[in-house]
């Protein structure tokens, strides 16, 4: 069995400060993480993905994240935010890759403020 | 690479009508995933089809609910007997047979409210 937990369903950050949206996930056996964007009334966007390899991931828009197994997390990060950046973010995990289903954490509303 | 299509974008029927929603995946895709996403949560898997062969079912998806991708090509999704609690916004999304290239390319998304 799969699961995510993002903690915080909401996060506010100033423009140009840095974001950082926490995941951690539970699998019996090693995961596929990826970090997923969702615009108001869109569909869902890869934004970056884990499978193998290097820890750091980098991705679209600037943002990375790295997969610590220690902590079984995922934290996804971006060294200056931008108001283009206010949207939802989802973590999801999967244990086969891309034949797999996806389990989805329940969001992050991501505010960017002036 | 024109994406996943999904029709409607938006559906509004009475509470014990039928409704059907249409996906086109990235024509070179051969699987293809259906999601429901309620209100303040994340996408839930429904069901998921490589080539014509539905492969994995959700217990979510209730005898109400059938799907179909007939040539394996474009899929529809069709709720029998619409329930309030059926509203939602429904996902198809496509992925690629090419092992390197994890992760499911979305549609934008049919969303139903059952009134």
């Known amino acids: 069995a799969q699961s995510v937990t993002q903690l915080g369903s909401h996060v506010s950050v100033s423009e140009g400060a840095l974001v950082l949206l926490r995941c951690n996930y539970s699998?019996?056996?090693?995961?596929?993480l990826f970090w997923y964007v969702q615009y108001p009334n869109q569909g869902l966007q890869l934004l970056l993905k884990?499978?193998?390899?290097?820890?750091l991931v980098k991705g679209i828009n600037g943002f990375e994240a790295e997969f610590k197994k220690s902590e079984t997390s995922f934290h996804l990060t971006k060294p200056s935010a931008h108001m283009s950046d206010a949207a939802e973010y989802f973590c999801?995990?999967?244990?086969?890759?891309?034949?797999?289903?996806?389990?989805f954490g329940t969001g992050t509303r991501l505010q960017v403020t002036l | 690479d024109t994406g996943v299509s999904q029709d409607p974008r938006h559906k509004i029927t009475k509470r014990g009508q039928n409704v059907t929603f249409r996906c086109d995946p990235i024509s070179e895709h051969n699987r293809l995933y259906w999601y429901r996403q309620t209100l303040g949560q994340g996408p839930e898997f429904l069901t998921y089809?490589?080539?014509?062969?539905?492969?994995?079912k959700s217990r979510l998806l209730s005898d109400r609910f059938s799907a179909e991708r007939p040539k394996g090509s474009f899929s529809t999704l069709e709720i029998q007997r619409t329930e309030q609690g059926d509203s939602a916004m429904y996902l198809c999304?496509?992925?690629?047979?090419?092992?390197?290239?994890?992760?499911?390319?979305f549609g934008s998304g049919t969303r139903l409210t059952v009134v």
């Open positions: 884990y499978t193998t390899g290097a820890t």
């Open positions: 089809f490589q080539n014509e062969a539905q492969l994995e």
């Open positions: 699998s019996s056996v090693p995961p596929y």
């Open positions: 999801a995990v999967s244990s086969t890759g891309t034949a797999s289903k996806l389990t």
């Open positions: 999304a496509s992925s690629s047979p090419d092992r390197t290239n994890y992760g499911y390319t």
